[in-house]
């Protein structure tokens, strides 16, 4: 089975601060994922990626950048954390199109 | 184990013509259904329906969910070379974003 991994399961970070969650997965998934989960409004993807060095926006990318320097890594970056990205993060790989979705554990983000 | 299944696999169609995508499930302790647009590499977030929205309308999608029947409908009216997508259905369940299931999709094409 697929294994993706984030690293953190919770995280308490104070507005302003620079914010890294990071995503590695263990199989050689083309795909790679960044959404967060908010109650009531679903997966929203912020970024994806579909090869290494290869990033592109979502439909929430205000806020973010990410970084895929090796296949198996996907960094989701917060420049400068807000109160309005407390929120659960989710990194999901795909194999690639109509392959199923493996997605890691969440990090939640709470800013304060 | 839990299982989303999505019918029809493919679906070819003339613009105008209306179109529903079936999607049936077996989950311990639904808590919501989730419907996705994949183009290209990416899943956009189209609905979530709950026990207390069951309902969903936006422009000529629009989605119902039978939780007697443990299934969703997702309708699309006079439909575009645009809607050409797949449509992924995905149901989550109490304990977690592990235990999102996505089905394998349908894939539309809809031709001039």
């Known amino acids: 089975d697929v294994k993706v991994t984030q690293s953190s399961r919770y995280l308490v970070k104070r507005t302003g601060e620079k914010v890294f969650l990071e995503c590695v997965q263990d199989?050689?998934?083309?795909?790679m994922f960044w959404y967060r989960q908010d109650p009531g409004l679903g997966l929203r993807l912020i970024y994806f990626?579909?090869?290494?060095?290869?990033?592109e926006k979502g439909d929430i990318p205000e806020g973010y950048s990410v970084s895929r320097e090796k296949k198996e890594r996907f960094s989701l970056i917060l420049e400068s954390a807000s109160t309005n990205q407390t929120s659960m993060y989710l990194c999901?790989?795909?194999?690639?199109?109509?392959?199923?979705?493996?997605f890691g554990s969440g990090t939640r983000l709470t800013v304060v | 184990e839990d299982k989303v299944v999505q019918s029809p696999l493919s679906l070819v169609v003339h613009e105008g013509d209306t179109v529903t995508l079936n999607c049936s499930y077996e989950?311990?302790?639904?808590?919501?259904l989730l419907w996705y647009k994949q183009e290209k590499k990416a899943p956009t977030f189209l609905f979530m329906l709950?026990?207390?929205?069951i309902e969903k309308k936006s422009g000529r999608l629009s989605s119902i969910l039978d939780k007697k029947e443990l299934s969703s409908i997702l309708n699309i009216t006079a439909t575009q070379t645009g809607d050409s997508a797949i449509y992924l259905c995905?149901?989550?369940?109490?304990?977690?974003?592990?235990?999102?299931?996505f089905g394998k999709g349908t894939k539309l094409t809809v031709n001039p």
């Open positions: 999901a790989t795909q194999l690639g199109v109509r392959y199923g979705y493996t």
């Open positions: 199989m050689d998934h083309e795909n």
């Open positions: 990626s579909y090869d290494v060095k290869m990033k």
């Open positions: 989950v311990t302790n639904f808590r919501s």
């Open positions: 709950t026990s207390s929205g």
């Open positions: 995905a149901v989550e369940a109490e304990g977690g974003s592990e235990k999102l299931v």
